[in-house]
């Protein structure tokens, strides 16, 4: 067993693997559960200043990053054969969601080419079958970072490297619900106390109390996941 294979393209490749080295995903890359080859995209420019972008086309501010370089550091990581999704980090994809996360981590790993500049020539996207994908409403200065955030969100899921952590389906999103919120001693802090329900040792009122925080917080928060939630049948909503 190979393990999940990640392929990251970048013009910063020293970013890698950076906080996926240590701890569990760390540990995780040690062992060989996962794999990750990052990339610098310079090698495949064919000037001695090794020129990446250039201006857009139709004129603008910034610069946009080659079709042909970028196809070249793609055919070296991602032959034609290669069974891999192939993700773009840009803020003008799809946003990221746990289902996407757990399919990701279902397959056999994944190649990500991290935007920069004002983006890439979206030639590049239609030849080589970029799937566009933002982390969220905001703009980073590259993709990298929001490539770390996609890695640490599947490398989790890989089999054996939460084990015991694994809280499974009662974490946020898995449910499509926001988490309740947690304690844990001191029973008594600052002058409060923890919610008494938690110490009183009855599982279900524990289960119902918890349930019920994850509705309240999801309502206030999250509208948005509130009725996604609500519209489901409650079959198809998770047990609890
Ligand atoms: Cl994937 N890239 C950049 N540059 N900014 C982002 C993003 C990605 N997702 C949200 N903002």
Same mark, same amino acid.
């Given at each position: 067993m190979?393990?999940? *294979?990640?392929?990251?393209?970048?013009?910063?490749? &020293?970013?890698?693997? #950076? =906080?996926?080295?240590?701890?569990?995903? +760390?540990?995780?890359?040690?062992?060989?559960?996962?794999?990750?080859?990052a990339?610098?995209?310079?090698?495949?420019?064919?000037d001695?200043?090794?020129?990446?972008?250039?201006?857009?086309?139709?004129g603008?501010?910034?610069?946009v990053?080659r079709?042909d370089?970028?196809?070249?550091?793609?055919?070296a990581?991602s032959?034609?054969?290669?069974?891999?999704?192939?993700?773009?980090?840009?803020?003008?994809? *799809?946003?990221?969601t746990?289902?996407r996360v757990? &399919?990701?981590a279902g #397959? =056999?790993?994944?190649v990500?080419l991290c +935007?920069r500049?004002?983006?890439?020539?979206?030639?590049?996207?239609?030849?080589r079958?970029?799937?566009e994908?933002?982390?969220?409403?905001?703009?980073?200065?590259?993709?990298?970072?929001a490539?770390?955030?996609?890695?640490d969100?599947?490398?989790?899921?890989?089999?054996?490297?939460m084990?015991?952590h694994?809280?499974?389906d009662?974490?946020?999103?898995?449910?499509?619900?926001?988490?309740?919120p947690?304690?844990?001693?001191?029973?008594l802090f600052?002058? &409060?106390?923890i919610?008494?329900?938690?110490t009183?040792?009855?599982?279900?009122k524990?289960?119902?109390?918890?349930?019920?925080?994850?509705l309240?917080?999801?309502?206030?928060?999250?509208?948005?996941l509130?009725e996604?939630y609500?519209?489901?049948?409650p079959g198809?909503?998770?047990?609890?």
């Amino acid at each position: 067993m190979t393990g999940f *294979r990640a392929s990251v393209l970048t013009i910063y490749p &020293e970013m890698f693997p #950076g =906080p996926l080295g240590i701890s569990l995903a +760390g540990r995780a890359l040690q062992s060989g559960t996962w794999s990750l080859e990052a990339t610098q995209i310079r090698d495949f420019a064919t000037d001695k200043h090794r020129t990446v972008d250039d201006t857009p086309a139709g004129g603008g501010p910034g610069m946009v990053m080659r079709p042909d370089v970028l196809a070249r550091a793609i055919d070296a990581v991602s032959p034609a054969d290669d069974t891999r999704p192939r993700l773009l980090m840009t803020p003008r994809g *799809r946003p990221l969601t746990q289902p996407r996360v757990r &399919e990701l981590a279902g #397959g =056999p790993g994944v190649v990500i080419l991290c +935007g920069r500049f004002e983006g890439v020539d979206h030639r590049i996207v239609e030849r080589r079958g970029l799937a566009e994908v933002s982390i969220g409403d905001y703009v980073l200065s590259g993709g990298e970072v929001a490539a770390l955030v996609v890695l640490d969100a599947v490398v989790r899921l890989l089999p054996g490297v939460m084990g015991n952590h694994t809280s499974g389906d009662t974490e946020s999103h898995e449910a499509g619900l926001l988490e309740h919120p947690q304690y844990t001693r001191p029973a008594l802090f600052e002058g &409060e106390e923890i919610p008494p329900v938690l110490t009183s040792g009855d599982h279900a009122k524990v289960a119902l109390w918890r349930k019920t925080e994850a509705l309240k917080v999801t309502r206030e928060r999250r509208p948005d996941l509130w009725e996604a939630y609500s519209r489901r049948g409650p079959g198809e909503r998770d047990p609890g």
